[in-house]
């Protein structure tokens, strides 16, 4: 039998455990957390004496047997640019302190959650549509979770660099929102006959080989106004140094060595942009001239101007050194420009002494190239030397060096092949290179006997160009092009 003496201890002890927060954990999902209700259904155990008469104390031992009631991130939505890093998200909960959390689904490629913190960090390494992303913090009593919108968007273009061959210098512009280009001013001196100019993924060197000097220059870009500042004296490089490229992870660059007849690999230094090479050449074809790398930065490809063929190698991750990927493979005349979509699927190069682009697919395995068959004329005595893919790899491009015009074509995501899109549009006196703003939006083409870059809109359905603002002015003869880009 219940004494009175017995029932009134078991009440005492179950009301001390009522006002220690021994509420029960419900199942229900009350807008995405877990409820602690106290044992009678009513108020929550917030505000008890337990609790010093706070509604929440996360993570402190008063709350180490109370599940966590709320969970939150700083940013949210949050918006990540590829190839930049991403800003550190940072969590905040209530309730009971969370000892560990999870996402669902995984994140995009480059970013991830620390499982004991709950940041979300790292730099993405690939375009991702606005998606929901559930976060759940959990601890032995319960769990709660918040869903984090967040997209990874392309860079916006920020600067573009044009190459003066003749000058010796480069010419700097400000990127407007509508594409327009307004001049920095001041050339900026380079060795003697910079033949071509990058700039790494995330906008904060440019580099430029020079031609007759056999050397590469090398420049940081000041984010807020575009200006270059040299990084010292340029550095020796072989014979008639020629095309460049930096891989999308912003690690090595590469230069085709055009008397030579091979590719020469640097390792870039992330904080300085001081380049060092990775070891002896590796021998291309005879005059190795464009040169392009996949959006995984596993393969590199050269078109080889004389031999009319195009190189594959295989990079190494870590060490940055080339290895060739099978024989080379044929082209049709005098090969020049060369690019690879952004899928990774294709290679598509301008064969300027025969009009016309050759296409090919690449092993994904061990990026050897297999021909797609015939090739695309660009109409007869066009020239094309160089080419460019919008960020979608939807439509191509191609610069026809002799007839002054740029042709838009689309391509097949499937099969690789290309479909003429209208009528080639007219640019300024033999557009030597082409490039894509980040966003896809702009078309840029310097014309290297009128001194001038002519800017396109592209019709983001369709892939046509369309005339846009009058040309830019540069130095005497511009024949590369380069974007910095920034963040969004």
């Given at each position: 039998?219940l ?17 220690a ?58 918006t ?5 890093p ?17 996402v ?32 759940t ?20 273009a ?14 700097g ?74 891989t ?194 702009r ?46």
């Open positions: 039998m004494t009175l003496q017995r029932f009134v201890a078991l009440g005492s002890l179950c009301l001390a455990a009522v006002l927060g021994c509420g029960s954990t419900s199942s229900v999902d009350a807008g995405g957390q877990d409820a602690a209700t106290s044992m009678d259904g009513g108020a929550s155990d917030a505000g008890t004496a337990s609790d010093a008469g706070t509604a929440s104390d996360a993570g402190t031992a008063s709350d180490a047997g109370s599940p966590p009631a709320g969970l939150s991130y700083a940013v949210n939505p949050a990540c640019t590829i190839h930049f991403c800003p550190a998200n940072v969590p905040s909960s209530t309730g009971g302190a969370i000892v560990s959390y999870a669902s689904p995984a994140l995009p490629s480059g970013l991830a959650l620390d499982t004991v913190t709950g940041v979300v960090s790292g730099t993405p390494t690939v375009v991702a549509a606005t998606a929901t992303y559930r976060v913090g959990s601890n032995p009593a319960g769990s709660t979770f918040v869903d984090l919108s967040l997209t990874v968007g392309r860079p916006k920020k600067f573009l660099y044009a190459a003066n061959y003749f000058a010796n210098s480069i010419s512009f400000t990127v407007a929102s509508n594409g327009a280009l307004t001049s920095l001013g001041a050339t900026t001196p380079t060795g003697a006959a910079p033949i071509a100019v990058v700039s790494d993924p995330r906008g904060r060197f440019v580099w430029a080989t020079n031609f007759t000097d056999n050397s590469i220059s090398g420049f940081s870009v000041n984010p807020t106004t575009g200006a270059l500042t040299s990084l010292g004296t340029p550095l020796a490089a072989a014979a008639k140094v020629n095309q460049l490229v930096v999308p992870t912003s690690r090595f660059l590469y230069a085709t060595n055009y008397t030579a007849g091979t590719v020469s690999g640097y390792a870039i230094d992330g904080a300085t942009g001081a380049l060092t090479s990775v070891g002896a050449d590796v021998a291309a074809e005879a005059s190795p001239q464009g040169v392009a790398v996949d959006p995984s930065s596993k393969f590199l490809y050269v078109a080889n101007y004389s031999s009319q063929s195009v190189s594959a190698f295989t990079i190494n991750g870590a060490s940055a050194v080339l290895t060739s990927a099978g024989a080379a493979i044929a082209a049709g005349t005098t090969p020049h420009g060369i690019v690879v979509e952004p899928s990774g699927r294709f290679v598509y190069v301008a064969n300027q002494g025969s009009d016309d682009i050759s296409a090919y697919s690449i092993n994904p395995t061990t990026g050897e190239l297999t021909s797609l068959g015939a090739t695309t004329g660009t109409g007869a005595s066009s020239g094309p030397a160089s080419l460019a893919v919008e960020p979608t790899g939807r439509f191509l491009y191609v610069g026809n060096l002799l007839a002054s015009t740029v042709g838009a074509y689309s391509i097949n995501t499937s099969t690789g092949a290309l479909t003429k899109i209208g009528s080639n549009v007219a640019t300024g006196t033999n557009p030597a290179a082409l490039i894509v703003d980040p966003s896809g939006h078309l840029y083409s310097s014309n290297e006997n009128s001194n001038d870059i002519s800017v396109f809109a592209i019709d983001a359905t369709t892939g046509a160009l369309t005339s846009s603002g009058t040309p830019a002015a540069t130095g005497d003869h511009p024949v590369s092009l380069a974007i910095a880009a920034g963040a969004l």
